[in-house]
T-cell receptor, first 113, second 118 residues
């Protein structure tokens, strides 16, 4: 079956530091890949997505590249801000999966001044 | 952009009460909506897929008589937690995608409902 593995958190960084949150996946076919962000007490917001190999999703300074050869979709940001503190979820929808999302366990990011 | 509204945002009630949570797609039609449950500091667990005009599809281990889902229109799905008990306390989140069930479309999430059963 499908699965998504994320690095465990919490990840604590100083403001303006470089961020990487690793994500790898297992899926049949050619899944679409997503990063969602959840701020405290809120639902999830789509951060970025990629639908085919070598696609790069980007939004608000965050980027992730769909690497089929390594089955990875690592999230990166060059300079984090305190306002980026949240939980980040990597997720996939597999081909023919009826639009069901499979989530990773989430990685909490804490950015300090 | 696509907006999903979930109501109420927070419910506190006594054990044995039934609680209804609404999920509305405000600016698009959704033949399919999804209901998730999230435990503290954990990922989202898909409970069921809500299908407009037909029965919901429940994931393994989710009691369909306990968690009643109704998807009466293309913009509204409801989840009713029947005879709720303290172990049902959790954060419930719904999501929906624009379109007619096409795969690979990003889902848009409601803000969630914090359910606390005393």
């Amino acid at each position: 079956g499908n699965s998504v593995t994320q690095m465990e958190g919490p990840v604590t960084l100083s403001e303006e530091a470089f961020l990487t949150i690793n994500c790898t996946y297992t899926a049949t076919g050619y899944p679409s890949l997503f990063w969602y962000v959840q701020y405290p007490g809120e639902g999830l917001q789509l951060l970025l997505k990629a639908t085919k190999a070598d696609d790069k999703g980007s939004n608000k300074g965050f980027e992730a590249t769909y690497r089929k050869e390594t089955t990875s979709f690592h999230l990166e940001k060059g300079s984090v801000q305190v306002s980026d503190s949240a939980v980040y979820f990597c997720a996939l929808i597999s081909t023919g999966g009826g639009n069901k999302l499979t989530f990773g366990t989430g990685t909490q990011l804490k950015v300090e001044l | 952009g696509a907006v999903v509204s979930q109501h109420p945002s927070r419910v506190i009630c006594k054990s044995g009460t039934s609680v209804k949570i609404e999920c509305r797609s405000l600016d698009f039609q959704a033949t399919t909506m999804f209901w998730y449950r999230q435990f503290p500091k954990q990922s989202l667990m898909l409970m069921a897929t809500s299908n407009e005009g037909s029965k919901a599809t429940y994931e393994q281990g989710v009691e369909k008589d306990k968690f009643l889902i109704n998807h009466a229109s293309l913009t509204l799905s409801t989840l009713t937690v029947t005879s709720a008990h303290p172990e049902d306390s959790s954060f419930y989140i719904c999501s929906a995608s624009p379109g007619t069930g096409l795969s690979n479309q990003p889902q848009h999430f409601g803000d969630g409902t914090r359910l606390s059963i005393l």
